[in-house]
C-alpha cells in the first residue's frame, strides 16, 4: 500500500494537461483544452481538459475525472498502478507499506505479464549485443539492412537464441514464473507437456503500448527453409491486443502531434527506415489488416494521414480496399507511390535519407486522386470497367463525412473521369440515400425506452458510442430529466458549494462567514430528494461540523464514483464565452462572480420555490379527496400560507405567480 504522503506528492506535482496530453491531442479553447475523446469514437471534440480544475470530461460519454482516474479507465490499471505510473512519469519515488502474499499476488497478476514482457525485450537486447549468436547472426543482420546501432537501439531491438529453452531457463533463474511466459506467448506448450521457446532463432522487434511498456514482440527469421513462417507475433494476452496497438506509435507520438501528419506504413522495417531518415511521425499496422481502432488511435493526434505505399500492384490494390475506413473517420489520406516496386524500406537504403525525405514531401496526392488514377489506368479503355471504376470511386466519396470536401473531389474527379459533375453528385446522393435508408431499418428494430428507463441505467456498461453524436439517426434514445423532480435545483446547489464554497460572503451584515456554511445554514429546512446530491449535503454538512471547510476537490476524489462523477459534471462545462463577444463586438457580459449575492440567493431560493410547488401541488391533492370541513379548513389555511411564502419568494426572482 502507497503512503499517503507518497500520494498527495503524486497528485499535487501530476498536471492534469501534460497527463492526457500524452494520449489525447489537445488545443486551447476559451478556459479549457479539448480534443477528441480516448474512451468513445467522435468526430466532433467533446473532451475537455480543465487545467485550473486538474480535471477532465467528456460531455460525449460522460467520463471524468483527475490524472489518477484518467490513467486507470485508459490504461486499466489499478489505482495503485495508476498512482505508480504517474509517479515514475514525475521521477518520484513510491514509498509503501507491506501488503499481505494475498493482495499482493491479487494485485500483481496482470503487472506480471509487463514484468516478464519487460525481461524477455532485456534479454533480447542483451543477447543481440553480447551473445555469441546474437552478435554473429542477429546484429550482423541488422547492420547489413543497413540499420544504424542508433536507430537498433531506440527501438530495443534484439534476437532469440537458436535453442529449445533459452529464454525459458534464463527467465526462471530471475524468479520469473512459467504461467506467465506462457500467458504472454513468450513460450509455449505442446501436447506432451514440454514448455519450449516461441521465438528461437529470430531477430526480435518489441512491442510498446500507448505509455512505453513492452506488450508483445514481433519475431523474424533468419533461416530460407520456406517451410518456416518469416514472421512470428505475439499472441493476444491480457496486455496485448493487436488490433489496438501501432508499432512505433510510442516513439512517434509526440512527432505526429507537432507535425499534424502520420506516416503510416505496413513493416517493422519500414518504421525503423523512415525513422533513419529523421522522420519520426510513423507507426505501422505490425502485419495485420487496419483496424478501426488503429485508424482512431491515429486520429488522436491528428487528422492527417499519409500511406507509404508497397510499390507492386497486389500491395497498392490491397492497400485502396482498406483506406475506405480512414476516410469514414474523417481523417484526411494522402499516398505515396514507390517507384520500381520498392517498399519505403528499400528504397530509403536505396537513395539515401536526404533524397528518401524530399521524395516523399514532394509526391504526395490526396487518396481519391491517387485512386481514380490508377484503376482508370488498369481499366484501359474497357467502357465497362470504366463504368465499375467510377461507381467504385464515388463510392469511396461517400464515405467521406464532411460534404464540402466531398463536393470538392467530386468536381476534382469529374475532370480526372470525364463524366459530368452533376451525373457524379447523383451517384452520390444515391449512395448516400441508400446507406441511410438502410441505418434507418436497422434503427427501426430498436425500441424506444420508456420514463424512468430512458436514464443511464438503461446503459449498463455506459452510453452507446454515438449517443451524443450529431450524425446519429432521429430514433436513438435522448438523456431526459423528468421535469416533475427538483434535480436540477438540487444539483445548483452542490455547483454552487463546490464551485464558491470557500469564498466568504461579502453582502449584507454577515463577517466572517464562507459562503459553504452561509448555503447549509440555508438548506436546514430543505430535504434533498436525489440520493447522490442527498450525500453531498451529508457531506459537506459533518465535515463543517467537524470543523472543516470541504474544497471541491474532496469530491471530485471521492472514492464513491457516483458522488466523484456528479462533481466533476457540475465543475465543468463544454461551453465558454468567446473573447470575441467584447474584444471585437464591445458586448459585455457579466459571468455569474461579479454579483455572488444575486447567485448564491438565487440558487437557494430557487430550490425553495420548486420545493414550495411540490408542497402546493401534493395539499391540492389533499383538499380534492378530504371531505371533512374542519380538516378541509386546516388544509386551506396550510395552502394559503404555502401561497404567500411562494409569492415572497418569487418576488425576489422577479417571476409573476398567476392568481
Known amino acids: 500500500m502507497i503512503y499517503q504522503d507518497t500520494i498527495n506528492k503524486i497528485m499535487d506535482t501530476s498536471r492534469i494537461e501534460e497527463v492526457v496530453g500524452d494520449f489525447v491531442s489537445l488545443k486551447k479553447r476559451g478556459t479549457s483544452l479539448i480534443g477528441n475523446c480516448p474512451f468513445h469514437n467522435e468526430k466532433t471534440p467533446s473532451f475537455h481538459v480543465s487545467v485550473t480544475k486538474g480535471i477532465y470530461k467528456c460531455f460525449g460519454c460522460g467520463k471524468g475525472g483527475d490524472s489518477v482516474r ?16 504517474l509517479a515514475q512519469k514525475y521521477n518520484i519515488e513510491v514509498e509503501e507499506k507491506e501488503e499481505s502474499p494475498q493482495v499482493v499476488e491479487a494485485n500483481n497478476a496482470r503487472e506480471s505479464l509487463y514484468v516478464v514482457s519487460l525481461y524477455a525485450a532485456n534479454y533480447f537486447a542483451n543477447e543481440l549485443w553480447t551473445g555469441e549468436q546474437g552478435r554473429a547472426i542477429g546484429l550482423s543482420y541488422f ?52 514448455v519450449y521457446d516461441r521465438f528461437r532463432g529470430r531477430v526480435m522487434f518489441p512491442i510498446h503500448n500507448f505509455t512505453g511498456r513492452v506488450i ?44 499534424d501528419n502520420c506516416y503510416l506504413v505496413e513493416g517493422y522495417a519500414d518504421v525503423l527506415s523512415v525513422h533513419q531518415a529523421n522522420i519520426e511521425n510513423v507507426v505501422a499496422s505490425s502485419g495485420t489488416s487496419l483496424t478501426i ?11 492527417n494521414v499519409t500511406i507509404l505505399y508497397d510499390g507492386d500492384a497486389a500491395g497498392i490494390k490491397a492497400s485502396l480496399r482498406g483506406l475506405d475506413m480512414i476516410l469514414e473517420e474523417g481523417l484526411n489520406v494522402k499516398v505515396v507511390n514507390f517507384p520500381d516496386g520498392h517498399d519505403p524500406d528499400s528504397y530509403m537504403h536505396k537513395v539515401g535519407a536526404a533524397a528518401f525525405k524530399n521524395y516523399i514531401e514532394n509526391n504526395r496526392k490526396d487518396f481519391i486522386l491517387y485512386k481514380a488514377d490508377t484503376l482508370l489506368k488498369e481499366a484501359g479503355t474497357d467502357p465497362i470497367k470504366r463504368a465499375g471504376i467510377i461507381r467504385d470511386i464515388v463510392e469511396s466519396i461517400a464515405k467521406i463525412p464532411d460534404d464540402i470536401k466531398a463536393s470538392v473531389f467530386i468536381r476534382e474527379c469529374s475532370h480526372l473521369l470525364q463524366v459530368e459533375e452533376r451525373m457524379l453528385m447523383t451517384e452520390l446522393n444515391k449512395i448516400r440515400s441508400a446507406k441511410f435508408k438502410k441505418g434507418n431499418q436497422g434503427q427501426q428494430q430498436y425500441q424506444r425506452p420508456t420514463g424512468s428507463q430512458q436514464s443511464n441505467s438503461s446503459y449498463p456498461d455506459g452510453p452507446p458510442d454515438n449517443l451524443f453524436d450529431d450524425n446519429a439517426g432521429p430514433d436513438m434514445p435522448e438523456m431526459e430529466v423528468a421535469a416533475d ?91 465558454s464565452l468567446s473573447e470575441n463577444w467584447y474584444n471585437k463586438h464591445q458586448i459585455y457580459v457579466r459571468d455569474e462572480t461579479v454579483n455572488l449575492k444575486a447567485t448564491i440567493l438565487g440558487g437557494l431560493y430557487h430550490l425553495k420555490k420548486k420545493k414550495v410547488e411540490r408542497l402546493l401541488l401534493g395539499l391540492l391533492q389533499e383538499i380534492k379527496i378530504e371531505t371533512d370541513p374542519a380538516n378541509q379548513d386546516i388544509l386551506m389555511s ?15 426572482l422577479g417571476s409573476v405567480v398567476i392568481k
Open 70 to 85: 484518467f490513467i486507470m479507465d485508459h490504461e486499466k490499471y489499478s489505482y495503485p498502478e495508476a498512482l505508480k505510473y
Open 143 to 194: 547492420k547489413e539492412r543497413g540499420f544504424r546501432e542508433d536507430i537498433i537501439k531506440k527501438f530495443e531491438l534484439g534476437y532469440s537464441p537458436d535453442q529449445w529453452d533459452a529464454l525459458i531457463l534464463s527467465a526462471a533463474s530471475a524468479g520469473h514464473k512459467e504461467e506467465y511466459l506462457e500467458k504472454t506467448g513468450l513460450a509455449i506448450r505442446n501436447d506432451k507437456g514440454k
Open 216 to 259: 508483445g514482440f514481433g519475431g523474424r527469421t533468419l533461416k530460407t527453409d520456406k517451410n518456416v513462417p518469416k514472421y512470428v507475433n505475439s499472441p493476444e494476452s491480457d496486455i496485448y491486443h493487436k488490433s489496438n496497438v501501432l508499432y512505433g506509435l510510442f516513439q512517434a507520438k509526440k512527432a505526429i502531434r507537432d507535425a
Open 293 to 303: 481502432e488503429q485508424i482512431r488511435l491515429i486520429g488522436r493526434f491528428t487528422q
Open 485 to 575: 423532480d427538483d434535480l436540477l435545483q438540487e444539483q445548483e446547489i452542490i455547483r454552487l458549494l463546490l464551485a464558491f464554497g470557500h469564498e466568504l460572503v461579502s453582502w449584507d451584515n454577515i463577517d466572517n462567514m464562507y459562503i459553504g456554511s452561509f448555503i447549509m445554514q440555508n438548506l436546514a429546512d430543505v430535504t434533498f430528494e436525489d440520493e447522490i446530491c442527498q450525500l453531498i449535503i451529508q457531506n459537506y454538512k459533518e465535515e463543517i461540523e467537524s470543523g472543516h471547510l470541504p474544497v471541491a476537490n474532496q469530491f471530485i476524489t471521492n472514492e464513491n464514483r457516483k458522488i466523484a462523477d456528479l462533481a466533476i459534471t457540475l465543475s465543468t462545462s463544454p461551453y
Open 638 to 652: 396550510k395552502y394559503a400560507f404555502m401561497k404567500n411564502v411562494e409569492r415572497e419568494i418569487s418576488k425576489f
